[in-house]
């Protein structure tokens, strides 16, 4: 789960948005129209969603023990299962805020050619 968060800072993408999410798959691109995305991640086996519909200039990393330790106060979080944080910009204010998703596991998905 480590190298795919590093492939998607190593890619870029400044305004990232919610595609879809079934209460099961969530689906994140870079760019808000499929037309214009950079990259598309697909988090499986979703639990825990804490995150806006719009963020920028996010950096994705494995969450901390002390960050996995405050989620796991709000939702149960099984060992196999990833907290994601994501440091971003939102429409809140000028200050990165951190964002977590709990996952079972993520897919990088080629973006089709326009």
């Given at each position: 789960?480590?190298?795919?968060?590093?492939?998607?800072?190593?890619?870029?993408?400044?305004d990232?948005?919610?595609?879809?999410?079934?209460?099961?798959?969530?689906s994140?691109?870079?760019g808000?129209?499929?037309?214009?995305?950079?990259h598309?991640?697909?988090?499986h086996?979703?639990?825990?969603?804490?995150?806006?519909?719009?963020?920028?200039?996010?950096?994705?990393?494995?969450a901390?023990?002390?960050?996995?330790?405050?989620?796991?106060?709000l939702?149960?979080?099984?060992e196999?299962e990833?907290?994601?944080?994501?440091?971003?910009?939102?429409?809140?204010?000028?200050?990165?805020l951190?964002?977590?998703?709990v996952?079972?596991?993520?897919?990088?998905?080629?973006v089709?050619?326009a």
């Amino acid at each position: 789960m480590n190298e795919l968060l590093q492939e998607l800072n190593r890619g870029g993408g400044w305004d990232w948005c919610i595609r879809s999410f079934d209460g099961y798959s969530l689906s994140l691109s870079a760019g808000c129209s499929l037309s214009h995305a950079q990259h598309k991640v697909s988090f499986h086996g979703v639990c825990y969603l804490a995150c806006p519909t719009e963020f920028s200039h996010p950096t994705f990393r494995l969450a901390s023990v002390a960050e996995r330790l405050s989620v796991s106060a709000l939702v149960a979080v099984d060992e196999d299962e990833t907290v994601v944080a994501i440091d971003a910009d939102s429409s809140v204010g000028m200050d990165p805020l951190t964002f977590f998703i709990v996952a079972a596991s993520a897919t990088l998905a080629a973006v089709p050619e326009a």
